[in-house]
């Protein structure tokens, strides 16, 4: 089965620094990968996704992930955080179910607290 | 446009008690999926759907859990004789059918659940 992991609950950076949120996974085939984030009181909004070709992937808000197999890593990045940025960040993979269907698998999160 | 809607925003239940939530995905959407968020946890898979497709009803975590989907829309989650266990945000989300890779997924605001 497929699944991913976020090894950090949080991660502090101080505005205008890099950011980085880690992402491991696990699966079995080609693996289909996303972020999401969740601004406080609001839904997840899809941020990237890696299906395939290019290793870093260029999504929302200045945001960008690095695949990288063989490190099994899809760790979610930006050069230059802002105050704006906190929230929590999920990983998720997609997984293959029974009867050709699909669902996703989501990490726990890791919260991002973006300091000024 | 409209996105996904969920209602009611807020239930709080007596243990014992049945519930009902509702979601109504954005139109169009083929695929619709349920969630339950627990304080300090991921996103749980609970149920997807996929057009007239049987529903993926592996991450329901019990037969007081239950999942329906009318006319390819609107879905409702029922949780019968609700436990204490139970109280978690619930979120929906909907998507197109992917022909290949995996498309985003579009979440609701979801819905806090509390039994007491």
């Known amino acids: 089965a497929q699944s991913v992991a976020q090894p950090e609950d949080q991660v502090n950076v101080a505005e205008g620094n890099p950011l980085t949120v880690k992402c491991t996974y696990s699966?079995?085939?080609?693996?289909?990968l996303f972020w999401y984030v969740q601004y406080p009181n609001r839904g997840l909004q899809f941020l990237l996704k890696?299906?395939?070709?290019?290793?870093l992937v260029k999504g929302s808000y200045g945001f960008e992930a690095e695949f990288n197999k063989s490190q099994t890593s899809f760790h979610l990045k930006k050069p230059s955080a802002l105050v704006s940025d906190s929230a929590l960040y999920f990983c998720?993979?997609?997984?293959?179910?029974?009867?050709?269907?699909?669902?996703?698998?989501f990490g726990t999160g890791t919260r991002l607290k973006v300091l000024a | 446009g409209a996105g996904v809607s969920q209602s009611p925003s807020n239930k709080v239940t007596e243990k014992g008690k049945d519930v009902e939530l509702r979601c109504d995905p954005i139109s169009g959407h083929t695929a619709l999926y349920w969630y339950r968020q627990s304080l300090g946890q991921g996103l749980e898979f609970l149920i997807y759907f996929q057009g007239n497709s049987a529903p993926d009803k592996s991450g329901l975590p019990s037969d007081r859990f239950s999942a329906e989907r009318t006319g390819g829309s609107v879905s409702t989650l029922t949780i019968q004789r609700t436990q204490q266990e139970d109280s978690a945000v619930y979120l929906c989300?909907?998507?197109?059918?992917?022909?290949?890779?995996?498309?985003?997924?579009?979440f609701g605001p979801g819905t806090r659940l509390t039994v007491t």
């Open positions: 890696y299906i395939t070709g290019d290793n």
């Open positions: 699966v079995s085939g080609n693996p289909y």
């Open positions: 989300a909907s998507s197109f059918r992917s022909l290949a890779g995996g498309p985003e997924q579009y």
């Open positions: 998720a993979v997609r997984d293959f179910g029974a009867s050709g269907t699909y669902k996703y698998i």
